[in-house]
């Protein structure tokens, strides 16, 4: 397809979102003729989601931008199935009171980038699959539905096929994934007229049964479209670092960590990941883009801040650059980094810098700082930390607090208990 008339999906082809879709140039006359509602599923298997998801969000965000609804769909019912694409084992299976709080963990996330507003016509809404799957009839659900797919069919999908290739076990629980995903798509046509599916291209089979489900049962046409898989420069998914997500709550990782994963980006991804994760105009990212040596730095930082804007806020964007100027640039030690705070009882019995390390998350284990100790990576006060053994002094702490760093670019403090 050579032209795309339509805002939105002029939108997301500019900016690299689009992966495939089941008919782009039906879908682009759809959204031509007016409003369009779609919508992305996302089950609640954690307490936050983490960059992985962030650009089905912004799908999402853009959506709204250009006057059409957005639905979230969360998988309060899927959930406690578990989506077998991409996995080698089964997911964990989780209780009811676990899924509400992961459920409302998640939603928090998307207030800070869809308008769930009354007064807005193209107003975002959440809706949970539990209130149609839970109470699904299963003799007469394998009736109505179970015809319109085949084992055969079924065993070609990567979610199936990944699997079962590399000799994992499948059990039938996980197996009924794709069938319920797809009547998702059917029921939310009906009671929505929810028109687009969206997702990441891992989804591709599970959304083809959706739209497929759809217009057999009910005759009428669905759309699909997915985003490409993200890696990064060095084939790294998206996300996944060696210290572990980057979640896009709070309360899983301060905003500091999540500004750092940005100001961060190798240089080569700067470019695309400013038209995937900001809304800047394209022309300001060529010029980004383009700079070269020491001045790609400056593209980082705007990266970084408006993609923590749009995440955590513009505050938060502003503290975190303004304590890493303060951390890099002046030497010191911002407010805003990661920090925990002893008691002058507990700074005298001489805490070992290892379990520090560990405590304040700049590393997982104490090898894993012993390790960073004799390579000279580990620096208390940015003075090498050269002994495994080496205990927090109270000297250390002359200011009322201490940094500990972890190479170059990960730090947190120590500080002394107001209460002594």
């Known amino acids: 397809m050579s032209e795309i008339t339509s805002d939105f999906l002029r939108i997301l082809r500019e900016r690299e979102f689009i992966h495939q879709a089941t008919d782009l140039e039906g879908l682009d006359r759809l959204f031509k003729d007016g409003p369009v ?37 969360m998988g309060g019912g899927t959930s406690r199935v578990g989506d077998p694409s991409g996995k080698d084992t089964a997911r964990k299976l989780l209780d009811d009171a676990t ?28 809706v949970n699959n539990a209130d149609w799957l839970d109470d699904l009839s299963y003799i007469d659900f394998l009736r109505e539905m179970g015809p319109h797919f085949t084992i055969n069919r079924m065993l070609t999908f990567d979610s199936v096929k990944l699997r079962l290739d590399r000799e994992q076990p499948l059990t039938f629980l996980e197996f009924n994934y794709m069938i319920l995903q797809a009547y998702d798509f059917l029921e939310l046509a009906r009671r929505r007229n929810c028109r687009l599916q969206m ?9 083809i049964n959706g739209v497929e489900l759809t217009r057999r049962v009910d005759g009428t046409q669905v759309f699909g479209l997915t985003s490409p898989l993200i890696t990064t420069a060095d084939g790294k998914k998206m996300g996944k670092t060696a210290n572990g997500a980057i979640w896009l709550n709070e309360a899983q990782l301060p905003a500091y960590d999540y500004w750092q994963f940005w ?58 650059e303004s304590t890493a100027q303060e951390t890099f640039a002046q030497g010191g030690a911002g407010s805003d980094l990661p920090s925990i ?62 940094k500990l760093s972890a190479g170059k670019k990960r730090h947190a403090l120590i500080r002394i208990a107001v209460d002594g």
């Open 199 to 207: 997702g990441g291209s891992d989804q591709w089979g599970n959304i």
């Open 99 to 126: 899924l509400a709080e992961y459920m409302t963990g998640i939603h928090g996330i998307f207030e800070h980038f869809l308008d769930f507003s009354d007064r807005n016509p193209a107003a975002a809404i959440t």
């Open 37 to 73: 509602t779609a919508y992305i599923g996302f089950d609640c298997t954690g307490p936050s989601l983490h960059v992985g998801s962030l650009v089905q969000i912004m799908m999402l965000r853009w959506l709204q931008k250009t006057g059409n609804k957005p639905v979230v769909l």
């Open 263 to 320: 100001r961060n980006t190798q240089d080569s991804d700067v470019g695309r990941f400013l038209r995937l994760f900001t809304e800047l105009p394209l022309d300001e990212i060529a010029r980004l883009e383009a700079l070269d040596g020491a001045e790609i730095n400056e593209a980082k930082t705007v990266l970084a801040n408006e993609a923590t804007a749009l995440c955590r806020g513009p505050d938060a964007a502003k503290s975190a």
């Open 341 to 402: 705070t002893l008691s002058r009882d507990m700074l005298a019995a001489g805490p070992l810098l290892v379990d520090l390390f560990v405590e304040t998350g700049l590393g997982k284990s104490k090898g894993e700082i012993r390790r960073l100790i004799k390579q000279g990576g580990a620096r208390l006060n940015d003075q090498p930390v050269s002994d495994e053994t080496q205990v927090l002094e109270m000297s250390a702490l002359s200011t009322g607090q201490a």
